[in-house]
């Protein structure tokens, strides 16, 4: 099966749960070591990942971490769509 961006980013969280199945995930790390937006957006998202965990430790601001997944949510949206309008 051909795995396209769009189906990386929906697993990408399963993918950092380590909760998909081997045969889907061979095909995204294969596709993630060709593709340079997935293995940059994984590497953001897990960098967000670790903020966010650490978040819960040190009692950051209400709404600190939402605004950061709204951030993240927003980067993926605009990376599926380059040719938004961004007025
Ligand atoms: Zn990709």
């Known amino acids: 099966m051909t795995l396209e961006c769009k ?10 749960d380590q909760q998909l199945d081997p045969k889907l995930l061979a095909d995204i790390e294969k596709h993630l070591e060709n593709c340079e937006v ?3 957006i994984l590497d953001s998202t897990r960098n ?3 903020l966010t965990a650490d978040s819960r430790t040190f009692e950051l601001p209400v709404g600190y971490s939402e605004r950061l997944h ?5 980067a993926i949206r605009e990376s599926a769509n380059p040719k938004n309008d961004s007025a």
């Not at 189906?7 to 950092?16: A, K, T």
């Not at 709204?70 to 927003?74: C, D, H, Q, T």
């Open 38 to 40: 997935c293995s940059a």
């Open 70 to 74: 709204a951030r993240l949510e927003k």
């Open 7 to 16: 189906h990386v980013w929906g697993r990408i969280s399963e993918y950092l």
């Open 48 to 50: 967000i990942l670790v």
